[in-house]
């Protein structure tokens, strides 16, 4: 009996064992087996390149390429997990290649036959003009006829000089009417100027107020300098003295000293290639020659500048290699959280977060 569950303990063990070690050779695994990464990239007119990474002897795989549309897939040993067109959309082009314009389809159907009826010109009519009788202007007209077989001499005269002031009275009403319009004219006249004046008035009344508060206002700018300035030096003596700090130097010697070496680790181990390129101006071209012209020592052996001065122009081809391990990472995070004066950089700056949220 004692046998059998030391059989069965025995057992469980080996298995417990087996199970520790897949995890901590997949650990191990994840760790220290690097992501490899490349690309190969090509510029003749058209931009045409091919990217992919890869990890575990290229077990998992992921693709991006691009050539005239931009594609990616990813396989796990031999298994498909995905293929997905980028750019343009696969849809976009079905719709290109089968779309015909609706507008087309009824145009074609909505022709129809049109029928003209021919008209002869005989059997129109021709249009009949009726002139009008033009009046008759007389000065006869508005005055009345006067009868002198019965009436007499006396009769005749006060008919007339009836009519007389009847034919007066408009002239007079329109040299009176004449007399009130130049009145109103002058009126309106007087009230223009005094509004003018009114006006210019007011506008030297502000103009001498703003003159009496200028001392005021003066002072006060001098007074908002002088406060800026004391704010500035009292935040440039802040700063001088967290930079100047011993505990803080060493936090940022050792930052630069771990992500140096990140960086270093990286970047591509095998670089090359060709660019050849120009400007419409060759000062242009000059310009960006001695822009690059002190990184020369760092790609002299594996990438090569062409410069063109006859006129524009970008063509050539680059290839890299490189890889990455998470322990690199995960090693530089961990020295730098080991490190009491880093430790205390970061509580500074979470402290004044702080404040200025509460702020």
Request: proline share 5%.
């Amino acid at each position: 009996m004692i046998h059998i569950l030391l059989m069965i303990l025995k057992v469980i063990g080996v298995i417990l064992l087996v199970i520790l070690g897949l995890i901590l050779a997949a650990v191990l695994l994840i760790l220290f087996v690097p992501v490899r990464y490349r690309a190969d990239v090509s510029i003749e007119g058209k931009p045409d390149g091919e990217a992919a990474v890869s990890w575990l002897l290229h077990l998992v795989r992921i693709r991006v390429s691009y050539h005239e549309h931009a594609d990616i897939s990813g396989r796990v040993l031999w298994f498909k997990l995905f293929d997905v067109r980028l750019w343009p959309p696969e849809d976009e082009e079905t719709e290109g290649l089968d779309f015909e314009p609706e507008s087309a389809k009824t145009e074609v159907t909505a022709q129809k036959p049109v029928f003209t009826e021919t008209v002869n010109q005989d059997d129109v009519p021709e249009p009949v003009v009726v002139a009008k009788p033009e009046p008759e202007r007389t000065a006869e007209a508005n005055v009345p006829t006067v009868r002198t077989d019965s009436k007499d001499d006396e009769e005749l005269t006060v008919h007339a000089t009836e009519l007389s002031s009847k034919f007066d009275e408009p002239q007079k009403n329109e040299t009176e009417d004449f007399l009130s319009d130049e009145n109103t004219d002058k009126i309106r006249f007087s009230v223009k100027i005094k509004e003018k004046l009114s006006g210019i008035i007011k506008k030297l009344c502000t103009f001498f107020d703003k003159l009496r508060g200028l001392p005021g206002k003066f002072q006060k700018l001098v007074d908002g300098i002088s406060k800026k300035k004391i704010s500035l030096e009292k935040t440039w003596n802040s700063i001088s003295m967290f930079w100047h700090d011993e505990q803080n130097q060493k936090a940022f010697r050792l930052v630069w000293k771990r992500t140096k070496k990140l960086v270093r680790y990286i970047l591509p181990r095998k670089l090359r290639g060709r660019i050849h390129f120009g400007f419409d101006d060759p000062y242009d071209t000059g310009q960006v020659l001695a822009a690059v012209s002190p990184f020369y020592g760092m790609y002299a052996r594996t990438l090569t500048l062409e410069p063109d001065f006859t006129g524009t122009a970008l063509d050539g081809e680059l290839h890299f290699k490189g890889r990455i391990a998470l322990w690199c990472p995960l090693w530089t995070a961990a020295r730098l959280f080991i490190s009491k004066d880093f430790r205390r950089l970061l509580k500074f700056f979470r402290k004044r977060e702080r404040n200025t949220k509460n702020i």
